[in-house]
Each structure stands twice: as structure tokens, then as C-alpha cells.
């Protein structure tokens, strides 16, 4: 199986869709952590998103016979996959998404006073917030591109819509969330 590791993406691919349980295995741990990184940053919980995430992954070893390389790669799928589940998920639950400020807090800096630590939490806690206000869409695109640190290429490719679009809909979500926070930041 060590050869499957350093195999092309294709051939993994081809393996896995004839049935080779290995070659799945081997696509799985290469995407099952960017997967519940996305699925966790949208549901806010981790029993949720381990849970969504095996859905994922299920739901991919069952179709993967229909996958077809149209120049979106394997990752672009799963993210499609991973979005209609927490989409249905949302649905289903009828309530709005609740990220845990607490495991955000770990960037603040050892040395701080503790009059900036406070500041910093009760800034990333409005951020919070201000994303969870957003549509659906747009924190889509805010985890792709911040959490998952994907280009716009790559976001393009997973959200089915053109680079400049990404990059439109990117500039106007910033601007909602400059709005939001009622920043007046001068254009650059």
C-alpha cells in the first residue's frame, strides 16, 4: 500500500472508483482533516462535525464510481459534498450556527497585559458574530478562504463559479463585515 501513498491523485482515484477499499483509505487521510476543519468552522461542534464528516466520506465511498475529473480536483468534490450535508444539516436543526469563542482564543500572545487579552477575546468575539450574520454563501467563502487558506482558483472551483466572481463576492462580503463591525477603513 506504501506505493498508493506516492500515487497520483488520478490513479488513486481510478483504484478507489474500481473498488480498491486501499486507494479510498489513502484519499481519505490525505482530505479527512481539511473536511472536519470545514464541516467543525461551520457547525461550531464537534460532535456535529465528526459526525457530518463520516456522512462526507460515506456518502463519497458510494459515488466515487460517478466521479469525473472536468478540471475541479477530488478536494472539490468533497467540499460540494460537505456543503449540501451542513446545508441539510442547518435545515434540519432550524437554528443558527453557534461557533465556541473559547477554541479561537489560543492566538493571543503569552506576554499581553491582561487588559489586552480581554480586548482581543471581546474583538474576535464580535468577528465571530459579524461572520455569523452573514448568508450561508458568504461563510462559505469566509472558511474557505481564512481557515482553509485556499486561492481564489481553488475557491472558485469548489463554490462552481468563475475566479472573478470569488474575488467579487470576497470584496463585498469584507465590505458587509467592515459595515457590520462599523469600521471606516479607507479603501486601499
Do not use: C
Not at 498508493?4 to 482515484?13: C, F, G, M, S
Not at 437554528?95 to 491582561?114: D, N, Q, S, T, Y
Not at 455569523?132 to 458568504?138: G, I
Amino acid at each position: 500500500m506504501s506505493g498508493l501513498y506516492d500515487a497520483d491523485e488520478k490513479d488513486v482515484i481510478l483504484r478507489a472508483a474500481q473498488g480498491d477499499s486501499e486507494a479510498f483509505s489513502v484519499l481519505y487521510e490525505r482530505y479527512v482533516r481539511r473536511i472536519y476543519s470545514y464541516i467543525y468552522y461551520r457547525t461550531g461542534n464537534v460532535h456535529d462535525a465528526e459526525d457530518l464528516t463520516e456522512r462526507v466520506f460515506h456518502r463519497a465511498l458510494h459515488h466515487i464510481r460517478n466521479f469525473r475529473y472536468q478540471g475541479l480536483p477530488f478536494s472539490a468534490w468533497l467540499y460540494r459534498i460537505a456543503h449540501n450535508l451542513v446545508a441539510n444539516w442547518h435545515r434540519d436543526n432550524q437554528r443558527r450556527k453557534e461557533v465556541p469563542i473559547e477554541g479561537h482564543l489560543h492566538l493571543v500572545m503569552r506576554a499581553e497585559h491582561p487588559e489586552m487579552h480581554l480586548e482581543r477575546d471581546q474583538e474576535i468575539e464580535r468577528l465571530i458574530r459579524a461572520i455569523q450574520k452573514l448568508p450561508p454563501e458568504r461563510q462559505h467563502l469566509i472558511v474557505l478562504k481564512f481557515v482553509e487558506q485556499l486561492s481564489n482558483e481553488e475557491i472558485a472551483k469548489i463554490m462552481g463559479r468563475s475566479e472573478g466572481a470569488i474575488k467579487s463576492l470576497y470584496h463585498r462580503t469584507l465590505i458587509s463585515l467592515r459595515n457590520e463591525l462599523g469600521l471606516n477603513l479607507e479603501e486601499e
